[in-house]
């Protein structure tokens, strides 16, 4: 029986010698108890050469997938629009202090990330390219809290490993220009970390899924009406596909993969799943290269000579661009080489290179940098105790939690007031005004960054010392829709920290958990034709709506406890016992606002409620991918001209910054036709972009 991979990151050994019997243990797991029964042991085991094959081959996938990625997910496609330069925007970086570059040095930032990303790929200049890399795409990451998610964390974290190792050791420039790294053997904890890092993601998402919510089907159940389940759809119902299949199977997977991985018997069976259920989530979700770099980590499980094997089959023609085949790895100062026993003498021998037989400072260095950092990654997805002010209905920062599509939210109200600090007027803000993004309506730590840099921008338009208030209802995993802030709170003068609980946080009402299967009822036996919101109120607060004049049929029905219905225009009040139902009829435009206010918890469910706040700041406009505006993408143009253009368009802006940079900025009339050009679009006239502002209505007076 081959051996298996040392600590689940060593290399393929030679097949045992008939005379040396190796012990249960080493045979299942590649080590023996022995390894581990001394900080001496660890070190030589850590430190254990092993091929750079399967490393180099990670390296350079690695690194494709992020030259594609910067282009998309990190923001690349439209720097322009995000970063424009004295466009008033509220920024949520992690750190207040972090601010963004002027957009041509912006462009430069993404500039030197990708070609840190190409270095690694071809492993050119490998430790400086790791940092170019890295240090940017840090630096882009902390900028930007509303970008954040499990896997842009977990390529940083890789970025960063990488950094570390020996990953030019294998089919690298690098390796070229010094044949001394050259197929030299990697030190044992370069395969460790990463092995153990992708079964950190797959293990802490299914602990993660052991959540009530996942269990019982409530997180992802609108996945099961997808076409790719239609298989499934054959022989189950869609309520029992989404139960079973996406949610009982989705929490096996993740449980089960980084085991099955390990094992060489249940490897084959786990590829084949893992492999699919990333192919499926590249079709179910908009996540960028995620699955195919969870894919690119799968083979890293396979013995680490694996490249070797695969590429001895090619042509021979191919062998002056493809991987080493033949040559047996060089030793390398970077390991451990233990010493063997001759098999003519008794007398022991060692390899060639003597000094690297001893653990030195740096061998040290690594096994302690590979102890700490798993540990460090099992406890982060846990410290939420300490970052107490992250926390709202789910816990912590999002993003390093591996705690993936447990959480599904709707939001069915959002209103933003604002009060004069000095007059004490009030009026109304579109959701999302001098933003980008709509993730701060769930987030604490957010609406405190935006309610303060809504306070810094609304003396602009007149509006004095203004306070401002947030009224946001959320549904999540299919509960009512219910508060999560205080609306009564100016969020300007709130108290937030860090690390200390968010005071103006309203609880989550899960003693209201059980009503779903009431609501899922419910829901089922209307038609098509009506449309259904249930929501949930504390006692003392109230919820303002308006009702569109052409709403000609809504009601409204207390499922339990008491609400007091008053409907503006007529003056009319009612109140509502539970499993009593009122119809609000027709409206003209001025009478059209109702105010439901409870007098305890009470759930109700009514159509839809349009919120048409009349006065309010417009809404930044939300970015249009510009060039599929271009009369060049007409229905008849291959697709693949279509998905070329974006990259070309980028290719153009990122050289006109470059160009700025460079020999500085040309005539305005000149960047017009150019960024015109390269956004292939009619070039229009320039305006200062506070008079554009003023021009929009209701940005002047209000």
């Known amino acids: 029986m081959e051996t298996r991979d040392a600590a689940a990151a060593g290399e393929k050994k030679a097949a045992p010698q008939p005379d040396v019997a190796k012990n249960r243990m080493e045979r299942i797991f590649g080590f023996r108890k022995e390894d581990l029964s001394s900080w001496q042991n660890l070190v030589a085991l850590l430190n254990r050469p092993s091929d750079p094959a399967s490393l180099g081959i990670f390296r350079f996938l690695f690194g494709l997938l992020m030259v594609v990625d910067i282009t998309q997910e990190r923001g690349l496609s439209h720097l322009d629009y995000k970063y424009l330069d004295g466009s008033p925007v509220c920024r949520f970086p992690l750190f207040n202090f972090l601010k963004p570059l002027p957009m041509d040095w912006m462009y430069l930032v993404y500039v030197v990330m990708i070609l840190g990303a190409l270095g690694i790929m071809l492993g050119c200049f490998y430790r400086l390219s790791c940092l170019m890399f890295i240090s940017t795409y840090w630096y882009i990451f902390f900028l930007d809290k509303t970008a954040w998610n499990n896997h842009s964390y977990l390529y940083g974290l890789i970025g960063f490993q990488l950094s570390l190792m020996e990953g030019n050791r294998y089919w690298s420039v690098d390796g070229l220009r010094r044949p001394s790294i050259r197929n030299a053997h990697v030190p044992l904890w370069n395969y460790t970390l990463l092995r153990t890092q992708i079964f950190i993601v797959y293990f802490i998402a299914g602990i993660k899924k052991l959540d009530a919510d996942w269990v019982e089907g409530y997180s992802m159940s609108y996945l ?31 449980l089960t993969a980084g085991y099955l991985l390990f094992f060489d018997v249940t490897r084959p069976y786990a590829m084949f799943f893992v492999s699919y259920f990333h192919c499926m989530n590249s079709q179910l979700f908009s996540i ?59 007398r022991r021998q060692t390899p060639p290179d003597r000094n690297v037989s001893k653990p030195r400072f740096k061998h040290k260095l690594g096994a302690i940098f590979t102890v700490v950092y798993i540990l460090e990654q099992l406890f982060m997805p846990y410290s939420h105790f300490i970052t107490k002010g992250y926390n709202n209905w789910t ?152 009702v569109s004049e052409d709403l000609g049929n809504t009601s409204i029905q207390v499922l339990q406890g008491k609400v007091n219905v008053e409907i503006v225009g007529e003056k009319k009040n009612q109140s509502l016992q539970t499993g009593e139902q009122m119809k609000v009829q027709s409206l003209k435009l001025e009478d059209c606002y109702i105010f439901i206010t409870s007098t305890f918890c009470q759930n109700i469910f009514l159509r839809p409620l349009c919120q048409r706040i009349p006065n309010s700041l417009p809404e930044t406009p ?25 990259s070309v368009v980028r290719f153009l802006m990122t050289a006109i910054a470059m160009r700025n940079l460079l020999v500085g900025l040309p005539p305005v009339e000149q960047l017009q036709r150019e960024v015109a050009f390269a956004n292939m679009k009619e070039p229009q006239s320039v305006q200062n972009p506070d008079e554009r502002l003023k021009d929009e209505v209701g940005h002047g007076e209000l």
């Open 224 to 254: 099961a009406h997808h076409w790719l389940f239609d298989p499934f759809k054959m022989i189950l119902p869609v309520e029992l596909v989404s139960l079973f299949v996406v949610h009982g199977g989705g929490l096996i997977l993740d």
């Open 288 to 346: 960028g290269m995620f699955p195919y770099t969870m894919l690119a980590t799968t083979p890293m499980f396979c013995y680490v000579d694996w490249p070797r094997r695969f590429f001895s089959h090619f042509p021979s023609f191919l062998t002056a661009v493809l991987p080493f085949t033949t040559p047996e790895p060089q030793p390398s100062a970077s390991c451990i080489y233990p010493e063997v026993q001759s098999r003519s003498s008794d």
């Open 395 to 546: 816990n912590g920062l999002y993003g390093y939690s591996w705690d993936m599509m447990v959480h599904s939210r709707s939001h069915q109200h959002v209103k933003i007031t604002y009060k004069d600090g000095q007059t004490g007027e009030t009026g109304f803000l579109n959701p999302g005004v001098f933003t980008h993004s709509r993730r701060w309506k769930d987030h604490g730590d957010m609406l405190k960054q935006y309610a303060t840099c809504l306070h810094e921008f609304l003396p602009h338009y007149n509006i004095s010392d203004p306070e401002i208030y947030f009224d946001i209802w959320v549904s999540i995993n299919e509960r009512f829709q219910q508060r999560i802030f205080d609306p009564r709170v100016d969020i300007v003068k709130a108290d937030w920290s860090p690390f200390r609980p968010n005071p103006w946080l309203m609880p989550l009402l899960v003693d209201l958990s059980p009503w779903r299967t009431k609501l899922q009822e419910i829901e089922g036996s209307l038609d098509n034709q009506t449309e259904v919101v249930f929501i949930a109120d504390f006692p003392g607060l109230h919820l303002e709506n308006f």
């Open 622 to 646: 939300q970015k249009k991918r510009r060039w599929r505006d271009s009369p060049w993408c007409e229905p008849s143009v291959p697709l693949l001209l279509v998905n070329v253009l974006p």
